[in-house]
């Protein structure tokens, strides 16, 4: 049989690892596939990347509409990235009847609702393994392996540039300034690191697990994120002593009232196999209610882990395109008619549990008051821990630190009470509030 005919928009370092991948594993594909998978053309403005990239018998072109518009081209990979010209482009394809491979969290993250409608009605298939995770074949496994459970909750390491940035800082005890620059210079961050240090991009990469995991529209505004710019390194060293690791962590979870969707710096006790996630590697865990507790665990990014997704999707798409559409594996795992109208929780309605720590004047009644407060606001403490006052503010010092780890409280009602904390004399410095997770 004839190979399936692939357009490639963008052939920078993952359109490089798919063409190596395809190439020298071309005969166990094709084997798997059922037919072979063939790159024919290449679109990229820096035609002469794109040249070198493909290599001979490769149509090169610098206007992607050229792909688009080829009738010979069955699937498209999109790997140009961000919202402008991709979103126009993936449209574009899908309206021309092709399936559409894509790498590009951030435009399904905002622009999902709108894509994945048009690739309905058109019959067409859009894949995005690549999108979350990388290599870690996340998207497959929550939307087909995991098809039996109801989810309950997941929470990932899904950027690699922030689990390196914090593992130094925890390694070498230094701050997030010193281990950004460094990251820089060693090319795990990227120039305009903003979206990697900010949770942006790992909001985009929740935000689509969140919608397969529960049958909801994609909805990246309702998302809370925060990113790690914040964290102290005295933070990580007081979370290590209480038995925890920081991460930053992307969590959805079901609950009665909604769905919890966020970003943030986590607490994760350090027996977790998440807490033990280094380096640039990226983990997801999730549960469900048949199954229990599952890990996935691999490369977030890179040429080849991330080949490794795009490919897989091209694989499925050559098994399936011959197939009615309406007995393909759904876009968000559920069929569009059947999709939930679960609201996403602002952040003042989730529950969980809190590391807060304040600067405290070294008095008598301080600690009491302070548990007071909690105590009134029906916030349960699990753990308490003192610094010595020479310790944190040098030989002489009358101020220290003060440490609480709650039980879960809903955040709303921990607003109120920082805010009354924050409101007293004894209390320094603004209260530092870290979320714990303790993903039992
Ligand atoms: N910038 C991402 C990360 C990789 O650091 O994990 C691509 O999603």
Not at 89 to 109: F, M, P, S
Not at 171 to 183: H, I, Q, R, S, W
Not at 190 to 211: C, N, Q, R, W, Y
Not at 373 to 396: F, K, M, W
């Amino acid at each position: 049989m004839k190979s399936i005919q692939v357009g490639l928009l963008g052939a920078g370092t993952v359109g490089s690892g798919t063409f190596k991948v395809l190439q020298r594993n071309q005969e166990e594909i094709k084997r798997r596939a059922g037919r072979g998978i063939e790159i024919t053309m290449v679109a990229d403005l820096d035609t002469a990347r794109a040249r070198e990239v493909a290599g001979e018998g490769v149509k090169v072109v610098a206007d992607a509409r050229e792909v688009i518009a080829n009738p010979d081209i069955d699937i498209v990979i999109e790997l140009i990235g961000g919202y402008g010209i991709a979103r126009q482009l993936v449209l574009e394809a899908i309206a021309a009847g092709k399936h559409v491979v894509t790498a590009n969290k951030a435009l399904l993250a905002v622009h999902g609702t709108e894509i994945f409608a048009a690739a309905h009605a058109k019959g067409v298939m859009v894949a995005f393994e690549a999108a979350v995770a990388g290599g870690i074949p996340i998207i497959k496994a929550l939307r087909e392996g995991l098809t039996a459970n109801s989810i309950q909750w997941l929470a990932g390491i899904i950027n690699g540039t922030t689990n390196f940035i914090l593992s130094e800082m925890r390694d070498k005890g230094l701050d997030f300034a010193t281990v950004l620059k460094e990251a820089q210079r060693l090319g795990y961050a990227e120039a305009d690191p903003t979206f990697d240090i900010e949770g942006v991009d790992a909001a985009h990469k929740v935000t689509l697990m969140s919608a397969i995991a529960f049958g909801i529209p994609v909805q990246f505004d309702k998302a809370h994120i925060e990113g790690i710019t914040k964290l102290a390194a005295q933070d990580i060293k007081y979370a290590e002593q209480l038995g925890y690791r920081i991460k930053l962590l992307g969590v959805t979870k079901r609950t009665a009232q909604g769905v919890e969707l966020r970003v943030h710096p986590s607490l994760v006790p350090s027996k977790r196999l998440l807490a033990n996630v280094e380096g640039a590697m990226n983990a997801v865990v999730v549960h469900g209610d048949a199954v229990g507790t599952t890990l996935y665990y691999g490369k977030g990014a890179g040429s080849e882990p991330t080949a490794s997704a795009v490919i897989a999707d091209l694989v499925d798409i050559t098994r399936l395109h011959t197939a009615d559409a309406a007995h393909r594996v759904p876009h968000l795992a559920f069929h569009p008619d059947a999709m939930s109208d679960l609201k996403v929780l602002p952040m003042s309605e989730v529950v969980t549990s809190y590391y807060l720590r304040l600067r405290v004047a070294d008095q008598a009644g301080v600690l009491a008051k302070v548990t007071g407060l909690l105590a009134t606001a029906g916030i349960s403490i699990d753990a308490v821990l003192q610094r010595e006052a020479d310790e944190v503010g040098g030989e002489g010092s009358t101020q220290t630190d003060l440490i609480i780890l709650t039980h879960d409280a809903r955040e709303g009602t921990v607003d109120d009470v920082m805010a009354e904390l924050q409101a007293l004399p004894t209390v320094l410095e603004p209260i530092v509030r870290i979320r714990k997770e303790e993903l039992s």
